[in-house]
């Protein structure tokens, strides 16, 4: 049995993610158990830390469904390269850094798919935002989280690893393979249609 199979995610996760926990007592322990490959120590920790992994790969996708896949491809590359982890930083830091480079590596992967299929280096060209999900009535505000999910994916990953995360422009700009420019001017962008999304 896979381990996909083992633990899968469950639907109805909260959209907001929780504030990382102070590492549980034991977790060093736990961490230690599944790099020797302990599947009972690893199931510990995937409860632990499912609902902050789900959360982040929600906000950056903006779709559940690709959130899920997305939250178990984290989890499968963790299991993967936890003989890697050196406790150099918290367990919980490492993780939220591996389902990043998940959600980062799949938004690059649908970018050569829509320049395959558009048959353009500059697929933003055809990226427009959808509209919020729903069109509020004049003088009720939207929600941001319905308003960041609406953001085009390439914006919304940038503002979310920006503004949320707290990265730099530097890192995005390494992790989506984009100039620094770039990832400053996705992030205007963001901001923009936040700001109108919002008014």
């Not at 995610?9 to 599944?34: K, N």
């Not at 993780?95 to 959600?103: E, G, I, P």
């Amino acid at each position: 049995m896979s381990y996909a199979e083992q633990f899968p995610v469950p639907l109805g996760l909260p959209m907001s993610e929780p504030l990382p926990p102070p590492a549980p007592p034991g977790e060093a322990s736990l961490v230690a158990r599944a790099q020797a490959r302990d599947v009972a120590a690893f199931e510990s920790l995937y409860r632990t830390h499912l609902g902050r992994v789900f959360a982040l790969c929600r906000r950056m996708t903006a779709d559940p469904r690709r959130a899920e896949e997305l939250t178990q491809r984290a989890f499968l590359a963790a299991w993967d390269k936890l003989p890697t982890f050196r406790a150099e930083s918290a367990f919980s830091t490492w993780l939220h850094r591996v389902a990043v480079s998940t959600v980062l590596s799949d938004l690059r992967a649908e970018q050569r798919r829509t320049r395959r299929v558009f048959g353009t280096d500059n697929p933003a060209a055809f990226e427009t935002a959808p509209p919020p999900a729903a069109t509020p009535a004049p003088g009720t505000r939207l929600d941001l989280e319905a308003a960041i999910a609406a953001l085009p994916p390439q914006a919304r990953a940038v503002f979310v690893l920006h503004d949320v995360e707290g990265w730099a422009h530097a890192e995005i700009a390494a992790d989506l393979g984009v100039t620094v420019g770039t990832a400053k001017s996705q992030l205007h962008r963001a901001r923009t249609l936040l700001q109108q999304f919002l008014r």
